[in-house]
């Protein structure tokens, strides 16, 4: 315990007991409660002073800011797991929609296809753990591995035989629709040859399954709009080939840095050519309006990356000459192209993660991230699709 004695005394305006200072309405001392000799400020003129200055907050108020960060943080790393097969006969059948309620949410989850198909997006990740877009593949790609690629292609073209109208709306070019009814018209004929690779008359009719997935990765075409749900959808679609053996593990690192990364060109392509609008977008909470799945694929081709740490995004010129080699710096490139204003206001979500220390930490709380603010949100999932590749179990 201090002596008192041994403090000196505090350095006050207080003025001494009984002086005049007391009488009257002095203004009192902040630090001791005693009325002080300074006098009261004038009271604001308009006429002559200066007006106020208005509040303005740095970041504008959130209203789809995460409520759930400690559960997120807290809750374990989503791990790799193996895609269960689907064995023969099949009873391929028309996917529906099973999903309306938070009880629906942890029902799918706690189901077999629910970790497993969480535990397939991980193991993609982890399959292109340091390796560049450029890199030469592990193992050569597989028969499906190259349909899937021509199925990308084709949809290119279809992008440069449908330019876009005359439109003066921001979002939402009506030339979207007539994209994706070509999408639609041509796609059975874009699953049969990955279906074919398979060399097996027991496939016969899996489009009718796989169809509704390829159709909903792309953007609705009645809103025109596209964002994380659709991309879901296409992680679905892969999913549902893995289950049919059509992709396997070996093929995994060619599906992200060849397929997927071929997907994300084409998504860019539909976004700034037909102007789509955010689904659900959380604005300036999210990590960035459309897609979620290149910021985790990108983390992972980062992890103990020599020289380059989660904080370099902020060099202007590494985003430059790295951005074609890996997708997390791809997608910031894009984010400050199409956003203005300082990076903090407009994108404070991955101004935040910059901060972490490596690579390794931003793409474990990605996955925790992506399993509670894409596959844990009713809005997102509602939409979601279940057949007999990927069963509602009751």
Not at 57 to 85: D, Y
Not at 242 to 254: F, K, M, S, V, W
Not at 352 to 360: A, E, L, T
Request: charged content about 15%.
């Amino acid at each position: 315990m201090s002596n008192p004695e041994s403090n000196p005394p505090p350095t006050t305006s207080c003025p001494p007991p009984g002086s005049a200072a007391h009488a009257g309405h002095a203004p009192l001392c902040r630090s001791c409660g005693a009325p002080t000799t300074a006098p009261a400020p004038p009271p604001w003129s308009a006429s002559s002073d200066s007006p106020p200055p208005a509040y303005r907050p740095i970041r504008m108020p959130a209203i789809n800011a995460p409520t759930n960060t400690a559960a997120i943080v807290l809750s374990p790393v989503p791990q790799p797991l193996p895609v269960p097969p689907a064995s023969p006969p099949f009873a391929f059948q028309v996917p529906a929609k099973r999903i309306a309620s938070p009880d629906d949410i942890a029902r799918f989850h706690a189901s077999l296809h629910g970790r497993h198909f969480l535990g397939f997006v991980a193991a993609l990740s982890a399959s292109v753990h340091g390796r560049k877009l450029s890199d030469p593949l592990p193992s050569p790609p597989s028969p499906a591995v190259f349909a899937l690629l021509d199925l990308i292609s084709a949809l290119c073209a279809f992008v440069a035989s449908t330019p876009p109208l005359p439109h003066n709306s921001r979002y939402g070019n009506p030339a979207f629709r007539l994209w994706h009814e070509k999408l639609s018209d041509s796609a059975n004929q874009f699953i049969a040859p990955i279906t074919a690779t398979a060399g097996s008359p027991d496939l016969a009719g899996a489009e009718v399954e796989l169809a509704p997935y390829l159709l909903d990765s792309f953007g609705n075409a009645t809103r025109i709009d596209y964002g994380t749900g659709h991309e879901t959808n296409f992680a679905a679609f892969l999913y549902c080939l893995a289950r049919l053996g059509l992709i396997t593990e070996a093929d995994y690192p060619a599906v992200v840095l060849r397929v997927f990364a071929a997907y994300l060109d084409l998504m860019r392509t539909l976004q700034d050519t037909y102007l789509l609008e955010p689904a659900g977008s959380h604005g300036v909470w999210g990590l960035d309006d459309y897609h979620f799945l290149p910021f985790i694929f990108g983390a992972a081709q980062l992890i103990d990356h020599k020289y380059m740490k989660p904080k370099s995004i902020h060099n202007p010129d590494i985003l430059e000459n790295f951005s074609k080699e890996y997708m997390y710096l791809a997608c910031v490139a894009y984010v400050k192209k199409v956003k203005k204003g300082p990076f903090a206001e407009h994108s404070p979500m991955l101004d935040d993660i910059s901060g972490v220390p490596h690579w390794k930490k931003v793409n474990s709380g990605l996955l925790k991230m992506y399993k509670a603010e894409v596959l844990e949100k009713v809005p997102i999932m509602q939409h979601f699709l279940f057949g007999s590749l990927i069963k509602w179990e009751d």
